[in-house]
């Protein structure tokens, strides 16, 4: 099974002097699951930016109007990157075309897109924020 970002409690990561974190596997329900630490809690700030490869996904981890946000890396209109977006208040502004969508909603702004951002859940253990991951 390899589904991403299923929830559960009570899994914690651990450091590894090879990988900055590696997840530490707990069986839940039948599953395998494991929390992926994606960054500490004091690095973040508005206008941070970092793409995550997660089980084969492009991911972009962002942090704006200081909330943690998990979307995929992927502009709904056309499929840009979205790591170079600006932002202005709650919009992401794609850098390709210049649509801005809601990071409430992950709507876009007027008509020229009908696809929102798609998000994904974080989780917050400890200092540090991660997702969890069935394997
Ligand atoms: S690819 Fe993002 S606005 Fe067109």
């Given at each position: 099974?390899?589904?991403?970002?299923?929830?559960t409690?009570?899994?914690?990561?651990?450091?590894?002097?090879?990988?900055?974190y590696?997840?530490?596997?707990?069986?839940?329900?039948?599953?395998?699951?494991?929390?992926?630490?994606?960054?500490?809690?004091?690095?973040?700030?508005?206008?941070?930016?970092?793409?995550?490869?997660?089980?084969?996904?492009?991911?972009?981890?962002?942090?704006?109007?200081?909330?943690s946000?998990?979307?995929?890396?992927?502009?709904?209109?056309?499929?840009?990157?979205?790591?170079?977006?600006?932002?202005?208040?709650?919009?992401?502004?794609?850098?390709?075309?210049?649509?801005?969508?809601?990071?409430?909603?992950?709507?876009?702004?007027?008509?020229?897109?009908?696809?929102?951002?798609?998000?994904?859940?974080?989780?917050?253990?400890?200092?540090?924020?991660?997702?969890?991951?069935?394997?």
């Amino acid at each position: 099974m390899n589904s991403l970002f299923a929830r559960t409690t009570g899994v914690t990561g651990y450091k590894s002097p090879k990988w900055r974190y590696l997840p530490q596997s707990a069986v839940v329900s039948g599953f395998i699951m494991a929390f992926v630490a994606l960054e500490k809690l004091h690095l973040l700030h508005d206008g941070y930016r970092q793409a995550v490869r997660l089980a084969g996904q492009n991911l972009l981890l962002l942090h704006e109007n200081g909330k943690s946000l998990l979307i995929r890396n992927a502009c709904p209109h056309a499929g840009a990157a979205l790591t170079q977006a600006s932002c202005k208040g709650n919009r992401l502004r794609c850098p390709m075309h210049g649509i801005e969508f809601d990071l409430d909603t992950g709507r876009a702004a007027g008509t020229a897109c009908a696809q929102s951002l798609q998000f994904f859940p974080l989780i917050y253990e400890g200092n540090t924020l991660g997702v969890e991951v069935s394997e």
